[in-house]
Structures are given as structure tokens and as C-alpha cells.
């Protein structure tokens, strides 16, 4: 097994690699490369002093290992982990392999891992002249509280239609369960989003945030991309009631797989999550699917993706689960 995974020294070094590859960066001022390594026998591990603003920092300050009292070789263990396990690792299944003396502290420590998986897609729109990105939605598990779920405030649509005596289904997928979109660039990267409802106004404004114009837009019969398919390139779709799910290159195939992925590893080894904290999963499915081996990507090099992805993103039990 390698040395980052069993000495603290050498994790430490190995985080202040990828994290400060041109020197220390003082997380106080900004200065790179103008701090001092403090040495003596009471002196912490890794401890620099800013010559510019005079303060001390670890690698730690500021990512989402700060203040953490759980050894940093621990941390980069389960990162790796974490990113090499396409269906996930569950957090007692962490608690065994680390040795940790509670299931709480492995949980908290999976959710600051997600944490630093953010943003895998980049910040710019999918696809592009020429490029196909696939849209799909598909409903996970109960949702725990459905008067809670809606953010505008409102009741839940299979609520209301119960109410009414009615059937509660209304054409958005199975009542009272967990909307999710996703955004599939064929071959590329993919963005999920867990929704209050998958409504047109819903798929619309996630459609515009995030798909280039000049992208050919793959979805399923649904009638929730009929409206503005035509804003793109092109709108084309395959009918799965008619058991149709190619035609030429027309497909939505690489959503349905993702998917496919995601629930299994929902179910098998997660088995369940709270309404809150469902996005945070998602983040993590997307973070492997988006550095997957067929975009070149193996198992080190997405491990210290995720490594690098923790600077900014400090997490505390106290922050909301959905900030």
C-alpha cells in the first residue's frame, strides 16, 4: 500500500502538492511562496508562518480538513475510496477499513469527501456546435415530507390530487417521489440537479443555465422539452411507450445509463438517503462519471481531483445540508 495512505507525513506532503504546487499559498493574505516551515519539538506538523502577514497556517486551513482531528492519511484513504468505487463505498463500510470509533464520524467525513467533488462539470455550458447533450429526468425513493418539498411553498402535486379524489399521477413521474434531471454531453461530462418538481418551468430554466444553444438537444417522448427543444440546433427524440430507444444516433442512452449507475449504487450499497442530503450523493456519482477512465482519467489522478477540489469548501456540522 502506498506511504499517503498510512503515514501522516507523508499525506500531508502529498496534499501540499496538489494543493500548493508553485509553494505555500498563506490562506490569511494570498502570498505564494513567501511563508517559513516553523520547526521545534511543540511545534505541529506542517505548520508555516506567513512573512507578509505573519500568521501561521497548515495545508489544512481553509479545505475541508481543517480543524478535523482524524489523521490526514485517514482522509486521503477514504478520497481514494470514495473515487475509485464506480457505486460508492457506504460510510460503515469507511468506519470498518479506517478504524474510526464511531459510524458518525465516518458519515460526516463521506459528506465533506462529496463536498470537494462539487463542480466536476467546470462552470461553462455543456456541449456546443456539433455536440449532442442528452436531457433526462427520473424519480428516486419517497420523499420523506412531500409539504415540505415544494420551495415555492406549495403542496405537493399528487397531495393536491388526492385531495380531489383524483389519481396522483399528473404526468410528472410517480407520486411523492424525488425528482432528478440530468444533463448528459455525449461522451463528455454530465450535471444532475435534484428538483421540487420536473415541471417545464423547472426543465427550462435548468436547459438555459446549462446547455450551449448551438447543442443538439437528445431527450425521451416526454412533453417537458417540446416547448423550447426549439431554442437548439436541433430537438430530436426517441418514443420509449413504442419500445424505441435509437434511431440513427438519436438516443438518450448515456442519461439512462447514468442513472442506471446511480440507483444501483443507491440501492446496493447506500440503500438510503435523506431528502437533504440526496444532492449530495448525486454530486458524487457525477464526480466519477465525469472523470471516468474512458475521459482518461484513473483511479490516482481522480483521487487527487477530488484532493484539489476540497480548497474553499470548508464543511461543518452546523452548515445547512443543502448550502
Known sequence: MDLIYTDDEAA????????????????????????????GKTTRAGLYNCRACDKPFTVTVGTIYESSKIPLHKWVY???????????????????????????????????????????????PLG????????????FHKVENPSDVRAD?????????????????????????????????????????????????????????????????HTDESHLYKRFGGRFAAHESVNHSKDEYARGDVTSNSAEGFFNVFKRGMTGVYQHCGEAYLQRYLIEFEFRHNTRAKLGVNDKERAALAIQGAQGKRLTLRRPANA
Open 153 to 217: 411553498g406549495k403542496p405537493f402535486r399528487a397531495d393536491v390530487a388526492r385531495a380531489k379524489g383524483e389519481k396522483p399521477y399528473g404526468g410528472y413521474g410517480p407520486a411523492n417521489k424525488r425528482p432528478i434531471v440530468v444533463l448528459c454531453e455525449r461522451g463528455g461530462k454530465a450535471r444532475t440537479f435534484h428538483v421540487a418538481e420536473a415541471n417545464r418551468e423547472t426543465i427550462e430554466k435548468i436547459l438555459h443555465g446549462n446547455v450551449d444553444t448551438a447543442s443538439r438537444l
Open 12 to 39: 500531508r506532503k502529498h496534499l501540499e502538492s496538489l494543493l500548493w504546487p508553485d509553494g505555500p499559498i498563506c490562506p490569511h493574505c494570498g502570498t505564494v511562496d513567501e511563508a517559513t516551515l516553523m520547526k
Open 78 to 124: 477514504a478520497t481514494h475510496l470514495m473515487t475509485a468505487s464506480k457505486k460508492g463505498i457506504s460510510a460503515a463500510q469507511l468506519h470498518r477499513m479506517l478504524g474510526f470509533g464511531s459510524y458518525r464520524t465516518a458519515w460526516f467525513m463521506a459528506h465533506r469527501i462529496r463536498e470537494a467533488m462539487k463542480g466536476s462539470s467546470g462552470a461553462g
Open 128 to 139: 456546443g456546435e456539433g455536440q449532442v447533450v442528452e436531457a433526462d429526468e427520473t424519480y
